[in-house]
């Protein structure tokens, strides 16, 4: 992985939409920010970005799914695990357990939200109150938008803050793995701080990519191209140089072990790789060992919904495991996309593989 320094450059003193003064500099309570808590992840459907975004500005609130529309999956209701879990008809409880941290919010505890408020940046909003003053439930909400957090203070909500500014490139070089909807990530708070606290002063800060960024981008998606050619020429298994090898090397890169391989249930279960790590590297406050169920397929339009099936399958006999595709088509089908997405599996596309690749790179150069 490359680390990029955490030096701040001075950020730009471009004019702003007169909104994003509102969000910035004023809040329900008119309380100063003081002492700043927890930092969490906070995923959010990205369809409905426009409908959060506007949200946040209007009613102070942040929106997490898996609500259940009309059906009642208050996190403060007796059995909302279970609940939600049926409703989606879920393999594992791993997502409602993890929505149950909304439960462990504090007043102060700052919430990230990739791809907010459009894609590539990143905005920061400061929780308001304690559980469960800091909740709300909106019931028959169609969308499945149905968990409410109110946040006094927002930044970022006018694109200010690029993931790709230097001062989150550890953030974003992991953000493919922070997959779950609500997860604490304490290992990044000194640059969000930085940022909040910056911001909380100085209303015109931005932290965006610089020019150079956008040239390299450029070159960058030169040689995606050509990667992915060399790759699409390869074979799919067997030998030393396979696809399979490739994301074979792409995962023990980002601290993952191969533990087995061609494993199948004989009943629709079958991943290619079993491969495990330390849930350390990921979050302190999740310890132990986690299991990852991979399935590789090399394709060079769309990938379709059958690795995804293949690996929710092999996720029955043991709910605990993460699930990915990894795949070297242009993308996945709608179908695919949304089995992915009930289910909490990954998928990497050409693009994800280009970058995991350009990591290895990286490291062979150094040697």
Not at 170 to 199: D, N, S
């Amino acid at each position: 992985m490359v680390h990029a320094c955490r030096a701040i450059p001075s950020a730009s003193l471009t004019p702003v939409p007169c909104w994003r003064y509102t969000l910035v500099s004023q809040c329900r309570t008119a309380k100063s920010l003081g002492q700043l808590g927890v930092i969490y992840n906070f995923r959010h459907d990205r369809d409905r970005t426009a409908e959060i975004a506007a949200r946040i500005e209007a009613d102070h609130e942040v929106s997490q799914g898996w609500g259940g529309g009309e059906a009642n999956l208050d996190i403060r209701e007796k059995g909302f695990v279970d609940a939600t879990r049926e409703c989606y008809e879920l393999n594992t409880t791993r997502i409602p357990t993890n929505l149950s941290r909304i439960g462990d919010l504090k007043d102060g505890d700052l919430l990230v939200m990739p791809h907010m408020p459009k894609q590539g940046c990143v905005s920061i909003h400061v929780v308001d109150g304690s559980f469960p003053e800091c909740y709300r439930y909106e019931p028959e909400d169609v969308t499945h938008q149905n968990h409410r957090v109110m946040v006094r203070q927002s930044f970022g909500m006018g694109g200010e803050i690029s993931a790709r500014h230097v001062t989150l490139a550890e953030y974003h070089a992991q953000l493919r793995w922070l997959r779950l909807p609500v997860l604490p990530i304490p290992q990044y708070g000194a640059e969000f701080e930085t940022i909040v606290r910056r911001m909380e002063v100085d209303a015109t800060a931005e932290f965006r990519p610089s020019a150079l960024d956008e040239f390299l981008l450029g070159v960058a998606v030169e040689l995606e191209k050509l990667f992915i050619k060399r790759v699409r020429g390869i074979s799919a298994s067997g030998g030393d140089i396979s696809f399979e090898k490739l994301c074979e090397r792409l995962l023990t890169a980002n601290g993952y072990r191969v533990e087995r391989r061609n494993q199948y249930d004989g009943v629709g279960g079958d991943v290619d790789l079993v491969c495990k790590r330390m849930r350390g590297n990921t979050s302190i406050f999740e310890t132990g060992e986690v299991t990852l169920f991979v399935q590789v397929k090399k394709h060079g339009d769309m990938s379709d919904a059958e690795g995804v099936k293949q690996v929710v399958a092999m996720q029955r006999a043991q709910p605990d495991a993460d699930g990915c595709v990894m795949s070297s088509a242009d993308g996945f089908t709608a179908e695919a996309c949304s089995l992915a997405k009930r289910h909490g599996i990954a998928l990497l596309g050409k693009r994800d593989i280009f970058q995991l690749a350009m990591q290895v790179l990286a490291d062979l150069f150094e040697q």
